[in-house]
């Protein structure tokens, strides 16, 4: 193997590694943002795509999960360090500490509690990406059209 075959195989292996930024190109490497979305748009979406629509929702209630172990997180672990410390500082401290580590703890519950390690999570937010830039630019179809050439 050739020093030029080597190099293949490091240019190959970093292009897997980085194919992530595709998506951050998508979505914030724009000249002219996307208008906010709300959560009818989201609920349109989920009703619409057969596919990628059940697996957003997924995504979007496992939220609660990191949410919920932020708080109880932080109560807890803030509350332990002013009953014993009473140090502003160190309260502050480990009250963030706490809310880091119970929303990471949260996200690896929901993550096997709704089997998230299943679904395609970038694939599903950036489907939704695409089909809002779609309807924001008109470009989408009317789900009532008789005729293909119909647009919103």
């Known amino acids: 193997?050739?020093?030029?075959?080597?190099?293949?195989?490091?240019?190959?292996?970093?292009?897997r590694n980085l194919a992530f930024l595709d998506y951050f190109k998508k979505v914030y490497g724009r000249a002219e943002p996307l208008p906010k979305w709300s959560d009818a748009d989201?609920?349109?979406?989920?009703?619409?795509?057969?596919?990628?629509?059940?697996?957003?929702?997924?995504?979007?209630?496992?939220?609660?999960?990191?949410?919920g172990g932020a708080l109880v997180g932080a109560a807890h672990l803030g509350g332990v360090a002013f009953k014993y410390s009473k140090a502003p500082h160190g309260?502050?401290?480990?009250?963030?500490?706490?809310?880091?580590?119970?929303?990471?703890?949260?996200?690896?519950?929901?993550?096997?509690?709704?089997?998230?390690?299943?679904?395609?999570?970038?694939?599903?937010?950036?489907?939704?990406i695409y089909w809002w830039e779609d309807k924001v630019s008109g470009l989408f179809l009317a789900p009532s059209c008789?005729?293909?050439p119909c647009f919103i």
């Open 1 to 15: 193997m050739g020093i030029g075959e080597h190099f293949e195989g490091v240019k190959q292996h970093w292009a």
């Open 42 to 67: 989201v609920e349109e979406f989920i009703a619409s795509d057969p596919v990628y629509g059940p697996q957003l929702k997924v995504l979007r209630e496992s939220r609660k999960f990191a949410l």
């Open 91 to 128: 309260v502050l401290l480990a009250t963030g500490f706490g809310a880091i580590t119970g929303a990471v703890l949260g996200a690896e519950v929901a993550e096997h509690w709704y089997q998230l390690y299943k679904v395609d999570k970038q694939g599903a937010n950036l489907r939704f």
């Open 146 to 148: 008789p005729l293909p």
